[in-house]
Structures are given as C-alpha cells and as structure tokens.
C-alpha cells in the first residue's frame, strides 16, 4: 500500500482513491480546445501509478507525447457524503503538488472514440506526489502561485486563485457524487501551458516556494 506522510507531524495516512478534477482553469480549457466547464470534470487515477519526489517517470512504448501537468493535490482526513460547505473545507487535513502525467495522443484517440481516459491516465508513475503540509500549520492560501519547470525553464505558472471551483467546492462536489474517505487525494486540476515531456527531462514543481517536487523522465 502506498501513503501519504505529513510533514512535520506524525500522522501517516494510506491513499485510498484519486479523484482528479480537470479543465478547472479556464486558459488551460481553452488552450485544448475544450469548453469551460459549468461544473467540476471528475475522473479517477490509481494508487498503483503513484511515484513520489525524487523518482523516475517511465515513458510508455505505446505513447510519443506524454505531457506534464502541475497540480494543487488536497488530502481528505475524513469521511463525508453530501457534505456542506464548512465540513467539506474541514475535511482538507493536508496539501501537496503533485504532476498527472497524461498521454495525450492516447487521450486524443480516445476521446474521438468516445472512451474513457483511463489508459492516458492510469499508467505506472503518471501520479508523481510531493511532501503534503499540514492545513492547520500552514493554512492554503489561494493567492499563492504553483510552478512547473523543465531543465530549468518555466513552463506552467499560475495562482490558485484562477481556479474555477476552489478546493471546498470541489469536495462537496464530489462529495455528492461519491464517498469521500480519509486518505483520499484529489488532484484540483493544472494550469495553462501543459507540454510534452521528451526521455531525459527534468521536472520541478513549486508551490509559492514552500513545497517543491521533482523527478526526472526516462
């Protein structure tokens, strides 16, 4: 099983799902050239594609453009179904960054088709993870800016503010569409400027400086 510690505590939670939320900043919608959503896009990662900081990302034989995207990751820390607003913000125990890596000419494919994007989000270490602090040490503050560079150039730079529903939105949302239990990450949807990663590139991610994430494609 694989798990999420948070720093500077001794509190270990093992991941439960992943629930991701996508085309949840309206630049990164349009620059795919999908409609802005009314409400969140919800879709499921596995457990078992998750690598952390300092580990390798395996590009797949049957994908040619694997594309990172950056993320604002929450850490549930306890159970809720239908929660209002208040117990879905309380529900946030934790946060990360994390980068969902996404094989987006297999996603292509499958969208004309109709299909379900689960191969071009599910395979092995397309779930990369931060360390995750601690919400009521260093509460989220959503002005704050969350960065992606490779071999040291920007390339995805946003603040969380420009989220279309913020992180308590999100879980009430999902709430009411499924079980939400403790352990649970949902990964809040990337920002503008997701590109293709080539076999040798190096991956930072940051967010406003107090969380950092990297690792390397191979």
Same mark, same amino acid.
């Given at each position: 099983?694989?798990?999420?510690?948070? +720093?500077?505590?001794?509190?270990?939670?093992?991941?439960?799902?992943?629930?991701?939320?996508?085309?949840?900043?309206?630049? +990164?919608?349009? =620059?795919?050239?999908?409609?802005?959503?009314?409400?969140? /896009?919800?879709?499921l990662? $596995?457990?078992?594609?998750?690598?952390?900081? #300092?580990?390798?990302?395996i590009?797949?034989?049957?994908?040619?453009?694997? +594309? +990172?995207?950056? =993320?604002?990751?929450?850490?549930?820390?306890?159970?809720?179904?239908?929660?209002?607003?208040?117990?879905a913000?309380?529900?946030?125990?934790?946060?990360?960054?994390? %980068?969902?890596?996404?094989?987006?000419?297999?996603?292509?494919?499958?969208?004309?088709?109709?299909?379900?994007?689960?191969?071009?989000?599910?395979?092995?270490?397309?779930?990369?993870?931060?360390?995750?602090?601690?919400?009521f040490?260093?509460?989220? !503050?959503? @002005?704050?800016?969350?960065?992606?560079?490779? !071999?040291?150039?920007?390339?995805?730079? @946003?603040? %969380?503010n420009?989220?279309?529903?913020?992180?308590?939105?999100?879980?009430?949302?999902?709430?009411?569409?499924?079980?939400?239990?403790?352990?649970?990450?949902?990964? $809040?949807?990337?920002?503008? #400027?997701? #590109?293709?990663?080539?076999? #040798?590139?190096?991956?930072?991610?940051?967010?406003? @400086?107090?969380?950092? %994430?990297?690792?390397? /494609?191979?």
């Open positions: 099983m694989k798990s999420i510690k948070i +720093h500077n505590t001794n509190q270990e939670f093992t991941i439960g799902k992943i629930v991701c939320v996508g085309r949840n900043y309206a630049e +990164h919608a349009s =620059e795919l050239g999908n409609e802005v959503p009314d409400k969140p /896009v919800v879709f990662k $596995t457990v078992s594609s998750v690598i952390y900081s #300092g580990g390798t990302i590009y797949p034989s049957y994908s040619n453009d694997m +594309h +990172h995207e950056t =993320e604002l990751v929450l850490l549930i820390g306890e159970s809720l179904k239908n929660a209002d607003i208040i117990t913000e309380r529900s946030i125990i934790a946060y990360g960054i994390g %980068l969902d890596m996404t094989l987006r000419d297999v996603q292509s494919e499958l969208k004309k088709k109709g299909h379900p994007w689960t191969i071009a989000k599910c395979f092995d270490t397309s779930t990369v993870l931060s360390d995750f602090l601690y919400k040490e260093h509460p989220l !503050n959503l @002005d704050e800016f969350i960065l992606l560079k490779i !071999n040291n150039e920007v390339r995805q730079k @946003d603040q %969380l420009k989220m279309l529903f913020k992180p308590a939105e999100i879980v009430q949302y999902i709430s009411s569409l499924m079980t939400l239990e403790k352990g649970d990450l949902i990964f $809040t949807g990337t920002p503008k #400027g997701v #590109g293709k990663v080539v076999s #040798g590139d190096k991956l930072e991610a940051v967010l406003d @400086d107090i969380l950092k %994430l990297e690792c390397i /494609v191979r």
